[in-house]
């Protein structure tokens, strides 16, 4: 399987993130819409495979989840979708180096995030709640569970989860960048998306699937779900533009600024 080195996944994330500030707005809703509907159609697999597995399982169960919920992802990156949480690396990357001006990174991230939300909560009322897929037996606790345990968490702790959980997945679509092949891409990305599923990280657009879908079946209110949201923005902004985009953009930048020097 053909690789890139991490200098030239670096142009690659930065020809990423110029592209997506070209996006015209029907096409930022549409695609958007998308890549919400694609995170939660992982997380509503993940709730389909561990709802009724018995409780003695413990963590292995979270293992079991982890290992289906990546498809989201792959759907996202290899069927081709707008993410926030992948554009607050890439499209930072971007602004870095200044190849877009902070007005097109935050235009982007405001209407991609608002059609994530779009997708998410639409699978979470039309296959969730009209369905029933998240409000049977099981897999309703199991839906309400996992809802709890997000909002449950104080806005400092989901801060600091949200920067790991990005950390994770930025570095999945970093790792995709990096093979040229569908298999390449699919192993980049199925390893740190497992890790932050099976961890239990806190992630902005899966919480706007599994929080609404708790909130259809009769649990939580809105105001519940904007505290957990809010801070998960925040975390999630952290681990990806600055743990991942921030970090690779300084070291490979000045890498091949040193390079150019040498060669002439």
């Known amino acids: 399987m053909a690789f890139h080195k991490p200098d030239k996944m670096l142009n690659i994330a930065l020809e990423a993130g110029i592209s997506k500030t070209k996006l015209s707005l029907s096409s930022i809703l549409m695609l958007g819409f998308l890549g919400g509907a694609f995170i939660a159609l992982g997380f509503l697999l993940d709730v389909r495979v561990i709802g009724n597995l018995p409780a003695e399982w413990g963590s292995l169960s979270n293992l079991l989840g982890g290992a289906v919920f990546p498809v989201g992802l792959m759907l996202v990156v290899l069927g081709g979708a707008e993410l926030i949480t992948g554009n607050m690396m890439s499209v930072s990357i971007a602004l870095y180096a200044r190849k877009i001006s902070l007005r097109h990174l935050l235009h982007n991230w405001f209407w991609v995030t608002l059609a994530n939300f779009l997708g998410a909560a639409f699978i979470a009322y039309f296959f969730g709640h009209i369905v029933g897929l998240t409000e049977t037996g099981p897999f309703l606790d199991k839906t309400v569970a996992i809802a709890q345990a997000k909002i449950d968490e104080s806005?400092?702790?989901?801060?600091i989860s949200a920067v790991g959980c990005n950390w994770l997945v930025c570095l999945a679509i970093w790792l995709s960048y990096g093979a040229e092949d569908v298999t390449g891409k699919i192993l980049g990305i199925w390893f740190p998306i497992m890790a932050f599923v099976a961890i239990g990280f806190q992630h902005v657009v899966a919480n706007m699937f599994i929080i609404p879908a708790a909130i259809f079946a009769g649990h939580f209110t809105w105001?519940?779900?904007?505290?957990?949201?809010?801070?998960?923005?925040?975390?999630?902004?952290?681990?990806?533009?600055?743990?991942?985009?921030?970090?690779?953009?300084?070291?490979?930048?000045?890498?091949?600024?040193?390079?150019?020097?040498?060669?002439?």
């Open 155 to 159: 806005f400092f702790k989901t801060l």
């Open 223 to 264: 105001f519940d779900f904007m505290t957990n949201i809010v801070p998960t923005f925040i975390g999630n902004m952290i681990g990806g533009a600055v743990f991942v985009g921030l970090i690779y953009f300084s070291s490979y930048q000045q890498k091949q600024k040193e390079q150019l020097k040498k060669a002439s």
